[in-house]
Protein backbone atom coordinates (compact mmCIF):
# COMPACT_ATOMS: atom_id res chain seq x y z
CA UNK A 1 0.00 0.00 0.00
CA UNK A 2 1.70 3.41 -0.92
CA UNK A 3 1.49 6.26 0.99
CA UNK A 4 2.28 9.67 0.92
CA UNK A 5 2.75 12.21 4.27
CA UNK A 6 3.82 15.10 4.47
CA UNK A 7 4.96 17.23 7.75
CA UNK A 8 6.82 20.18 8.74
CA UNK A 9 4.26 23.05 8.11
CA UNK A 10 3.40 25.64 10.97
CA UNK A 11 3.03 29.24 11.73
CA UNK A 12 6.05 31.75 10.72
CA UNK A 13 6.71 35.42 10.43
CA UNK A 14 7.58 37.03 7.30
CA UNK A 15 10.86 36.69 6.37
CA UNK A 16 11.16 32.99 8.09
CA UNK A 17 12.03 29.42 7.21
CA UNK A 18 10.17 26.12 7.30
CA UNK A 19 11.64 22.66 5.67
CA UNK A 20 8.47 20.46 4.57
CA UNK A 21 9.17 17.06 4.23
CA UNK A 22 7.25 14.19 2.21
CA UNK A 23 7.65 10.51 2.97
CA UNK A 24 6.72 8.01 1.20
CA UNK A 25 6.52 4.08 1.60
CA UNK A 26 5.37 2.02 -0.65
CA UNK A 27 6.72 2.78 -3.60
CA UNK A 28 10.48 3.05 -4.92
CA UNK A 29 11.45 7.06 -4.46
CA UNK A 30 14.07 7.27 -6.59
CA UNK A 31 11.86 6.10 -9.50
CA UNK A 32 9.20 8.92 -9.03
CA UNK A 33 8.90 12.40 -9.87
CA UNK A 34 7.71 14.22 -7.12
CA UNK A 35 6.13 17.70 -7.09
CA UNK A 36 4.80 19.99 -4.16
CA UNK A 37 1.62 21.94 -4.72
CA UNK A 38 0.03 24.29 -2.87
CA UNK A 39 -3.77 26.15 -2.25
CA UNK A 40 -4.03 29.27 -0.52
CA UNK A 41 -7.31 30.37 0.73
CA UNK A 42 -9.90 30.77 -1.96
CA UNK A 43 -7.62 30.03 -4.60
CA UNK A 44 -7.01 26.82 -6.80
CA UNK A 45 -4.29 24.22 -6.75
CA UNK A 46 -0.98 25.23 -8.15
CA UNK A 47 2.13 23.65 -8.76
CA UNK A 48 5.20 25.08 -6.99
CA UNK A 49 8.49 23.14 -7.12
CA UNK A 50 9.09 19.71 -8.96
CA UNK A 51 12.10 17.03 -8.73
CA UNK A 52 12.26 14.49 -11.90
CA UNK A 53 13.34 11.14 -11.47
CA UNK A 54 15.86 11.68 -14.04
CA UNK A 55 18.97 13.65 -12.52
CA UNK A 56 16.90 14.96 -9.88
CA UNK A 57 16.20 17.64 -12.05
CA UNK A 58 14.42 20.61 -10.35
CA UNK A 59 11.74 22.86 -11.15
CA UNK A 60 10.72 26.25 -9.46
CA UNK A 61 7.80 28.77 -10.12
CA UNK A 62 8.50 31.97 -10.61
CA UNK A 63 6.93 33.09 -7.51
CA UNK A 64 9.21 30.70 -5.29
CA UNK A 65 12.31 30.89 -7.18
CA UNK A 66 15.78 31.61 -5.26
CA UNK A 67 14.06 31.17 -1.81
CA UNK A 68 12.64 27.26 -2.24
CA UNK A 69 14.76 24.76 -2.40
CA UNK A 70 13.76 20.93 -3.41
CA UNK A 71 16.06 17.84 -2.36
CA UNK A 72 15.70 14.42 -2.15
CA UNK A 73 16.99 11.64 0.19
CA UNK A 74 16.17 7.98 -1.44
CA UNK A 75 17.74 5.99 1.15
CA UNK A 76 15.07 7.60 3.68
CA UNK A 77 12.31 7.77 0.95
CA UNK A 78 11.79 11.29 1.55
CA UNK A 79 11.90 14.80 -0.41
CA UNK A 80 12.53 18.19 1.44
CA UNK A 81 10.91 21.37 0.47
CA UNK A 82 13.51 24.11 2.40
CA UNK A 83 11.26 27.26 2.31
CA UNK A 84 13.19 30.71 3.08
CA UNK A 85 12.08 33.88 3.24
CA UNK A 86 8.89 33.62 3.68
CA UNK A 87 5.87 35.72 2.49
CA UNK A 88 2.27 35.92 3.55
CA UNK A 89 1.46 34.77 0.00
CA UNK A 90 3.47 31.89 0.79
CA UNK A 91 0.22 31.25 3.35
CA UNK A 92 -1.43 27.80 2.01
CA UNK A 93 -1.87 24.03 2.01
CA UNK A 94 1.39 22.12 0.58
CA UNK A 95 0.69 19.25 -1.00
CA UNK A 96 3.08 16.37 -1.90
CA UNK A 97 2.25 14.47 -5.16
CA UNK A 98 4.48 11.28 -6.93
CA UNK A 99 3.79 10.53 -10.69
CA UNK A 100 5.29 7.17 -11.96
CA UNK A 101 7.30 9.21 -15.13
CA UNK A 102 10.78 11.40 -15.64
CA UNK A 103 8.89 14.71 -16.59
CA UNK A 104 7.49 17.10 -14.10
CA UNK A 105 3.83 18.26 -14.40
CA UNK A 106 1.74 21.02 -13.91
CA UNK A 107 -1.15 18.82 -14.10
CA UNK A 108 -2.81 17.54 -11.38
CA UNK A 109 -4.15 14.40 -13.04
CA UNK A 110 -0.68 13.27 -14.07
CA UNK A 111 0.56 12.93 -10.26
CA UNK A 112 -1.00 9.25 -8.63
CA UNK A 113 -0.11 9.58 -5.25
CA UNK A 114 -0.95 12.46 -2.69
CA UNK A 115 -0.77 13.26 0.56
CA UNK A 116 -3.45 14.76 2.90
CA UNK A 117 -1.15 18.23 3.25
CA UNK A 118 0.42 19.96 5.72
CA UNK A 119 -0.71 23.84 6.54
CA UNK A 120 1.76 26.82 6.24
CA UNK A 121 0.97 30.22 7.49
CA UNK A 122 2.22 33.66 7.47
CA UNK A 123 2.21 35.05 10.96
CA UNK A 124 0.35 38.92 10.33
Known sequence: QVQVVESGGGLVQPGGS?????AA??????????EWFRQAPGKKREGVSCISSVDDYTYYADSVKGRFTLSRDNAK???YLQMSS?????????YCATRNDQ??????????YWGQGTRVTGAS
Not at 103 to 112: K, Q, R, V
Open 103 to 112: DCSDSEGDYT
Open 25 to 34: SGLPLDAYTI
Open 18 to 22: LRLSC
Open 86 to 94: LRSEDTAVY
Open 77 to 79: RTV
